[in-house]
């Protein structure tokens, strides 16, 4: 329950916190695929990525991230949350995905209770850290917005810019962009993710989710070959 006597921004602070690219739940280590485009020369430019980022926000965060997170948000019983991060879970066809998902999500379960105490004792964080479940990333965050009382848009347009704010963070240390010209991506993606949370919260709940990227599907699967990495994926 939220003290009725703290200011009425104080969730929503509570949750840009977690949603800051400075909350440490490890996501600086991923890069998406991206550290191969760039080592195989098929990234190179401001324009490749803007484009990336429009397939990005069109498939995996339209068709599987978004979709999970509403379902996560809404659901209605530790179990259904359960259901929803296994569902997630096996959405996930890449080992590296999978396992990045699952590691950004119990940091986040770890940390949350720094910022809303009473998260310690939600069912679902004890479900992943007894192994019951995977504990992935957006099922996570979209529980802690439920419970910081955050609605939904908030909630799946926290989940969405802090994916986009990830990949150009993976691009401009690559050196295919510089800092100006990410704030600019971000900021020219934002009305199709604005978009795509209008489609998934009209859209019945589900828990079926899955998407079609193989630009990032395979360089991302290509990516323990490289000789030299910077990145966990």
Same mark, same amino acid.
């Given at each position: ?10 969730? *929503?602070? !509570? ?18 695929? *991206? ?16 484009? %990336? ?27 259904? #949350? ?5 569902? $997630?879970?096996?959405?996930?066809? #890449?080992?590296?995905? !999978? &396992?990045?998902?699952? /590691?950004?999500? !119990?940091?986040? #379960?770890?940390?949350?209770?720094? %910022? ?24 996570? $965050? =979209? ?17 969405? %810019?802090?994916? #986009? ?5 993976? @691009? ?10 990410? /704030? ?5 993606? @934002?009305? =199709? ?26 360089? &991302?699967?290509?990516?323990? &070959?490289?000789? $030299?990495?910077? $990145?966990?994926?």
């Amino acid at each position: 329950m939220l003290d009725m006597a703290q200011p009425p921004v104080l969730p *929503l602070l !509570r949750l840009l916190q977690a949603a800051d690219s400075a909350f440490p739940v490890g996501g600086f280590a991923y890069s998406p695929g *991206l550290e191969t485009l760039v080592a195989t020369g098929a990234l190179t430019s401001e324009g490749g990525l803007a484009d %990336i980022l429009r397939r990005y926000v069109q498939q995996p965060l339209r068709r599987q991230v978004l979709p999970a997170a509403h379902a996560a948000h809404a659901a209605p019983s530790p179990a259904r #949350l359960l259901a929803v991060d296994g569902a $997630f879970d096996r959405s996930l066809t #890449l080992p590296g995905e !999978r &396992a990045a998902s699952r /590691a950004m999500g !119990r940091r986040l #379960l770890d940390l949350a209770p720094e %910022i809303e105490p009473q998260f310690a004792g939600h069912p679902y964080a004890r479900a992943v850290r007894s192994g019951e479940a995977p504990g992935h990333y957006p099922v996570a $965050f =979209a529980a802690l917005g439920r419970s910081l009382a955050i609605p939904a848009p908030e909630a799946l347009a926290a989940v969405g %810019i802090r994916a #986009l704010d990830a990949l150009v963070s993976a @691009a401009t240390r690559l050196g295919v962009i510089g800092p100006s010209a990410g /704030a600019r991506l971000v900021a020219g993606a @934002a009305p =199709a993710l604005a978009a795509a949370i209008d489609e998934v919260l009209a859209e019945p709940l589900r828990l079926r989710f899955g998407s079609w990227l193989p630009l990032l599907e395979i360089a &991302a699967a290509r990516h323990p &070959a490289l000789p $030299f990495r910077m $990145f966990a994926t």
